[in-house]
């Protein structure tokens, strides 16, 4: 059985109709799917290019092959190729497939109308909050009252009405977007960390570090992971204590960034890294770093947290999506509150025992992202699609039905 899974994620495509990453989806993520599934299949959106970028990896290769969906970026541009992009959507079904939509995505909302309209099961994989990626200060846009309803409400129903939905978080995605009486659900991050990223022993601190340096990884195409309320706290942190900031991952909102960042008064003390494509690259620069802060706007599971907390960082984030789960309640702040993140930092950049005791902590809860206890949970949730795929067929086939493409 060939399993589609569609994503938001926008990839590069060769003239081989190889498809290309720059980060995250490269094929050994997709291996995943292969240990249940005998094909994958890719539905993305993905740029036509001769070559590949630089340092950027494979995500197809074999038993992975891609459905391209014509590139857009925006809603504008998505009206503008709406009916091309439908098109790709709906023909890249094949009766047979197990049908998995990575939702918080249109791609993925456009293939669970087209299969849930011929009656056909769908799994979900809910790997973000749409209700908290558009709040207030989270996205500049005229629309973004309306993306934010529009997409909870249509998380809500997709979760209800799916045959197996799978959650990043072990809670809180699950309280928000519950399954329906026969939804098979499951709670199981889509990060897996190897042995050799986990620290041996946590940081054992002797000193406040002087200058403290703090770090933030994530991309800085958007504002929902709070970069801007970070250069704030920054500017009330250096009233206090000696501290560095450094973003790790870029993005359009780099040079706002930047400048907000002088206008404060603290240019000199953020360093902008940019995207970092080296795994030992980024895991080099949490080992400079004293405090790993993420004042997020909204999160499902994030990999760089877990990925700090692994190399022993202590962390800071907002009480929002799966971060409560990771970090305990005197290490959150609430999101957009950047008087409190100042605080916060101060406090603990200011105390060696307590940030002795968030490395040890950290380290023993990122335990539970080793790759063999999530791979059993996770390959449990697709059996489940998979099996109750095969059984929808099974009856129709029964009935002497036949599922024909879906036009």
Not at 231 to 248: M, Y
Not at 289 to 316: H, N, T, Y
């Amino acid at each position: 059985m060939r399993a589609t899974v569609t994503l938001e994620y926008r990839f590069r495509v060769l003239p081989d109709k190889s498809l290309w990453t720059a980060t995250t989806f490269a094929y050994p993520f997709w291996e995943r799917y292969l240990e249940v599934f005998d094909e994958v299949q890719i539905v993305a959106r993905a740029l036509p290019v001769d070559e590949p970028p630089e340092g950027w990896r494979p995500a197809t290769g074999p038993q992975v092959s891609a459905a391209v969906v014509p590139y857009y970026v925006g809603p504008y541009a998505y009206l503008r190729r709406c009916n091309e992009v439908k098109r790709a959507i709906i023909s890249a079904f094949r009766p047979g497939d197990a049908i998995l939509l990575r939702l918080g995505s249109r791609i993925g909302s456009i293939m669970r109308h087209a299969v849930k309209a011929r009656g056909y099961p769908y799994g979900v994989e809910v790997v973000a909050d749409p209700y908290d990626v558009f709040a207030p200060g989270a996205l500049k846009h005229p629309l973004r009252p309306f993306f934010r309803w529009e997409g909870y409400w249509a998380l809500r129903c997709a979760c209800r009405e799916a045959a197996a939905a799978g959650y990043v978080t072990e809670r809180s995605l699950q309280r928000r977007y519950p399954g329906g009486d026969e939804t098979v659900m499951a709670g199981f991050s889509d990060l897996e960390l190897s042995d050799d990223l986990f620290l041996t022993v946590p940081r054992i601190v002797q000193t406040a570090p002087r200058p403290c340096n703090i770090i933030m990884v994530g991309g800085l195409n958007q504002l929902y992971k709070a970069p801007h309320i970070l250069v704030s706290a920054l500017a009330e942190v250096c009233g206090s204590i000696d501290a560095h900031l450094t973003f790790v991952g870029g993005g359009q909102y780099e040079a706002s960034l930047q400048r907000q960042a002088e206008e404060a008064g603290i240019g000199e003390r953020v360093t902008f890294m940019g995207e970092i494509s080296s795994r030992r690259g980024v895991i080099d620069a949490l080992d400079r770093a004293d405090i790993f802060v993420l004042p997020s706007f909204q999160e499902g599971l994030p990999r760089a947290m877990v990925e700090a907390m692994a190399r022993g960082l202590p962390c800071i984030g907002s009480s929002v999506g799966g971060i409560p789960e990771l970090l305990t309640s005197e290490d959150l702040v609430p999101p957009g509150d950047s008087t409190a993140l100042a605080h916060l930092i101060i406090e603990v950049a200011s105390d060696p025992e307590r940030l002795s005791t968030m490395s040890r902590r950290n380290v023993a809860r990122a335990q539970d992202f080793r790759e063999e206890p999530l791979r059993r949970r996770r390959q449990a949730f697709y059996w489940a699609l998979r099996e109750r795929t095969e059984q929808f067929l099974a009856e129709k086939g029964r009935m002497g039905l036949q599922y024909a493409h879906v036009t």
